[in-house]
């Protein structure tokens, strides 16, 4: 072998410094940031993936879409008062109850949802005078009207109890599409 000289020792010395300080400012300056963008990447990646894990595992839905079907079936596609008014007498005859007249009450915002047939959903307004011996019979009419096949909602009520009659007064909405 050859000896080398000082001059060679220093040059090859000299060249590994200098490989060794561009590779550890080209780490510093260029590779670590890369490697920190694509850590924070991953990490961003992991949180959709959670949230979307957690939206189509979510147990709930299934029920909320059970519940809009059934609302659904419980309101029909037309007003159909005469479907209204059988329902009530079904439910007054079950409860004892006797109903003394229904009217069926026009108001305002009627007139306007009738004129504008875009609206997914439409009410009518009726006002119901019922008469029973018995306040549990009142109670069970209420509780029938609310849990009829078709989506009823009460707005207003008045019971008064003369004597031996107990006689009701409600005003409910009854809900269509169309």
Do not use: C, H
Request: proline share 3%; net charge negative.
């Amino acid at each position: 072998m050859k000896q080398w000289n000082k001059t060679y020792v220093w040059l090859i010395g000299g060249i590994l410094v200098s490989v060794l300080l561009i590779y550890g400012i080209s780490y510093l300056y260029m590779i670590k940031p890369m490697k920190a963008e694509a850590d924070m990447l991953s990490s961003e990646a992991a949180v959709y993936e959670k949230q979307y894990e957690k939206v189509t595992d979510q147990p709930g839905e299934e029920a909320e879409n059970q519940e809009l079907a059934s609302v659904g079936l419980m309101v029909p596609n037309q007003k159909s008062p005469d479907d209204v008014l059988l329902n009530l007498q079904k439910v007054a005859s079950s409860a004892n109850v006797t109903i003394e007249s229904i009217q069926s009450v026009m108001q305002e915002e009627s007139l306007q949802e009738e004129e504008n047939p875009t609206k997914a959903m439409n009410e009518s307004v009726y006002l119901v005078d019922a008469s029973s011996e018995s306040l549990n019979d009142i109670n069970a009419f209420l509780e029938g009207v609310l849990k009829s096949d078709r989506l009823m909602i009460i707005d207003a009520m008045n019971v008064q109890q003369d004597g031996e009659q107990v006689y009701l007064t409600i005003t409910f909405n009854a809900f269509y599409s169309g």
